[in-house]
């Protein structure tokens, strides 16, 4: 009986890879790790810093020498999933600002700043027993991953999700800024050079539209639970 010790869930903005991906995490027993975390804490620092989103030498430092730690949300009761720290710094809400939203994408792009992130990434990915959720993750941190999904949904459903989050959150939110920046996002990382967007061949394609979180986790255990089958037969 072979179990899938590596998990690669990847896709657009706002397809529910966080929120899946962490509810599955929790019923395997699994380390959840969201690689987006660590682009946007290189955009925050770099907007604050006044570093511009085309020097790439300077974002490449800040990616080789910031140490991102992602820890449990323990103690929080504020809906996080996790909380980041640099440093002793929380910076969990610090990095879902629209100013975040319009800039990662940019900082992304950038080879060196990828080079950077993703060796941390796949140290992470080597212990086993994770579910790592991003863009490239099933086709260049983890290639090799046990089992590989790419989430997906409409535009507009994604944008209506996260409008609904904020709101939840007791913060202003813009349905059409928000799918602008959507759309925006999705375009950029899917047509950068380097680890765009892109389904891997072998991952499992899996539109949302329509589900709730719950429905898609139970969709996903599903399909691990016939690879198994398939595997040990
Ligand atoms: O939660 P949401 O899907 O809106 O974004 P995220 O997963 O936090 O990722 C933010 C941005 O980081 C993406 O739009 C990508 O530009 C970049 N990213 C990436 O390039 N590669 C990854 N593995 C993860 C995120
Ligand atoms: O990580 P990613 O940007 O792909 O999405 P997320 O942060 O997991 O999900 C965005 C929002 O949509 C969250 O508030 C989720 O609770 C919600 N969601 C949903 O309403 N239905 C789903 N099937 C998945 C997520």
Same mark, same amino acid.
């Not at 397809?15 to 962490?22: D, E, F, I, N, R």
């Not at 080597?126 to 959720?133: A, E, I, N, Y």
């Not at 499992?204 to 690879?227: H, M, N, P």
């Given at each position: 009986h072979r179990k899938a010790k590596t998990i690669a869930i990847?896709?657009?903005?706002?397809?529910?890879?966080?929120?899946?991906?962490?509810?599955?995490?929790?019923?395997?027993?699994?380390?959840f790790f969201d690689t987006g975390v660590m682009y946007r804490a290189i955009t925050l620092l770099a907007l604050e810093q006044g570093v511009p989103l085309d020097d790439e030498e300077a %974002?490449?430092? %800040?990616?080789?020498?910031?140490?991102?730690?992602?820890?449990p949300p323990a103690g929080h009761d504020d809906g996080r999933y996790y909380t980041v720290l640099v440093g002793a710094r929380d910076i969990t809400w610090a990095l879902r600002t629209p100013q975040v939203d319009a800039s990662v994408s940019y900082v992304a792009a950038h080879p060196r700043?990828?080079?950077?992130?993703?060796?941390?990434?796949?140290?992470?990915?080597?212990?086993?027993?994770?579910?790592?959720?991003?863009?490239?993750i099933g086709t260049v941190v983890m290639p090799d991953a046990d089992i590989k999904f790419y989430l997906d949904a409409s535009p507009e459903e994604r944008a209506r999700r996260r409008y609904d989050e904020l709101v939840a959150r007791g913060q202003e939110a813009d349905y059409d800024a928000?799918?602008?920046? %959507?759309?925006?996002?999705?375009?950029?990382?899917?047509?950068?050079?380097?680890?765009?967007?892109?389904?891997?061949?072998?991952?499992?394609?899996?539109?949302?539209?329509?589900?709730?979180?719950?429905?898609?986790?139970?969709?996903?255990?599903?399909?691990?639970?016939?690879?198994?089958?398939?595997?040990?037969?």
């Open positions: 990847d896709g657009p903005a706002a397809a529910g890879k966080s929120s899946v991906g962490l509810a599955l995490a929790q019923h395997l027993g699994y380390l %974002l490449g430092v %800040l990616a080789e020498t910031t140490i991102i730690d992602v820890q700043v990828r080079l950077a992130l993703t060796a941390q990434q796949r140290r992470i990915g080597q212990r086993g027993r994770v579910v790592m959720v991003g863009r490239d928000i799918l602008a920046d %959507l759309r925006e996002r999705d375009r950029l990382d899917s047509t950068r050079a380097v680890a765009p967007l892109r389904r891997a061949p072998d991952a499992i394609y899996v539109d949302t539209t329509g589900l709730s979180r719950d429905e898609v986790v139970e969709r996903l255990l599903d399909l691990l639970g016939a690879r198994e089958e398939v595997s040990s037969s």
